[in-house]
């Protein structure tokens, strides 16, 4: 059975910080580098951080500083620690393999940063 289920998204105050979780089953999970990505209403979806499965991690630049992928590998489980929440920040946020596979896109989690 395949399948990534995020988790965690939800209404937050500029400044303030959401811890966002992607269970994905092992056969997906244990082969690959994994990603969040994100969209915003109107703009193209973008890779916000990857991890590889060594652990070595990549950000785009206007994240960095302000949020930590990690990847729990006995729970099959990748995180987005996301903190400094901004406006700009606000996006429906999806996990999946790094590059992403069509297949996998699931239906992500909402992320809304008021200011």
């Known amino acids: 059975q395949v399948y990534?289920?995020?988790s965690g998204g939800g209404?937050?105050?500029s400044g303030g910080s959401l811890?966002?979780?992607?269970?994905?089953?092992?056969?997906?999970?244990r082969f690959n580098a994994m990603g969040w990505y994100r969209q915003a209403p109107g703009k193209q979806r973008e890779l916000v951080a990857g991890i590889s499965r060594g652990g070595s991690r990549n950000y785009v630049d206007s994240v960095k500083g302000?949020?930590?992928?990690?990847?729990?590998?006995?729970k099959n489980t990748v995180n987005l620690q996301m903190n400094s929440l901004k406006p700009d920040?606000?996006?429906?946020?999806y996990c999946n393999t790094d590059p992403a596979r069509d297949q996998y896109w699931g239906q992500?989690?909402?992320v809304t940063v008021s200011s």
């Open 89 to 93: 920040d606000t996006a429906v946020y």
């Open 11 to 13: 209404l937050v105050q």
């Open 4 to 6: 990534l289920v995020e």
């Open 66 to 74: 302000r949020f930590t992928i990690s990847r729990d590998n006995a």
């Open 19 to 29: 811890r966002l979780s992607c269970v994905v089953s092992g056969s997906i999970f």
């Open 108 to 110: 992500g989690t909402q």
